[in-house]
């Protein structure tokens, strides 16, 4: 799979069939991790919920994770790059069921206008897209979900965006990062659609996106404060320790900030924290124990 994401989001930039690697390689391999520290598995490809269909014949995901959570010295797993069309409700009932599985999806809705959807030949609806976070909510109190859009692809309205503009604001997504399209030779877009909105726009409209998010990430993280949860330590930075919680992969998404002074933490490990204080994209904690 691929781990960047394209300015054309029309197709992957992975060409080709999916292809699967054997869930007995896979639960190998993660097994092997164990065995040398690793405390924390990011599951990631171009489209995690389309696992299985090419070797087994069926969507194999909430199997996967299962087995997955059968290692005993995994403590988190993560979801990354799980498209919303078809989304298996199997996987819903395994990430609510099993401890292991952090509350945490990374789900790439790149728009929400019917008319951005069809143009980027996305097979899922607003409806459907607004359907299925409801759902997640609904079966997974508190899931942080991570979402990524792309602003002035071709055919781009002002009214599109300010639908996008909307759905930001009231679906509050926890993690949220924004791309303006450009174009990538011989993609779809590239050959058959006009870039008709000018680049000063797309980045205002980059920009407006960011400003929204900014409040909705504050007010979010607003809500952590004296809240208690289970931190993982990744580095430390002068005065600072610096970990993170089951909503936040590393190198993508906010940190939590620990002063270090009169203790000792150690990398890799997990530490019961409480929130004392935020930023617009940082938490500040405390340690219990």
């Known amino acids: 799979g691929c781990n960047w ?14 292809k699967s690697v054997p869930m007995e390689d896979l639960v190998a391999e993660a097994e092997k991790l164990a065995e040398k520290g690793v405390r924390e598995l990011m599951v990631i490809a171009q489209d995690t919920t389309y696992y299985g269909v090419d070797i087994y014949g069926e969507r194999k995901l909430a199997e996967l994770l299962e087995r997955l959570c059968r290692i005993e010295k995994i403590e988190w797993i993560r979801l990354h790059y799980a498209y919303p069309t078809d989304f298996p409700d199997e996987v819903i009932e395994v990430m609510a069921r099993e401890k292991k599985i952090c509350k945490y999806l990374d789900i790439p809705f790149q728009h929400i206008s019917d008319n951005q959807l069809t143009l980027m030949k996305r097979r899922h609806t607003k409806a459907e897209a607004l359907a299925l976070i409801n759902k997640l909510r609904a079966a997974i109190p508190d899931i942080a979900l991570r979402t990524t859009l792309l602003v002035g692809y071709p055919g781009e309205t002002e009214e599109d965006f300010m639908e996008l503009m909307e759905f930001v604001k009231t679906t509050k997504f926890d993690r949220l990062g924004v791309f303006a399209y450009s174009e990538e030779e011989g993609t779809y877009s590239a050959t058959r659609l006009k870039d ?62 620990i002063d270090s002074a009169g203790k000792r933490l150690y990398r890799g490990r997990f530490y019961d924290v409480e929130v004392t204080d935020c930023e617009d994209y940082d938490l500040y904690a405390r340690v219990l124990r």
């Open 196 to 257: 008709d909105v000018e680049d000063a726009v797309k980045q205002e409209r980059v920009e407006r996106i960011m400003r929204l998010q900014e409040r909705v990430s504050l007010a979010n993280n607003a809500r952590r404060i004296g809240q208690k949860m289970r931190a993982i330590i990744d580095r430390r930075e002068g005065d600072f320790y610096i970990g993170r919680s089951e909503y936040d992969s590393p190198e993508v998404d906010q940190e939590i900030i």
């Open 5 to 18: 994401m394209c300015g054309d989001c029309a197709i992957p930039l992975v060409r080709g069939r999916h």
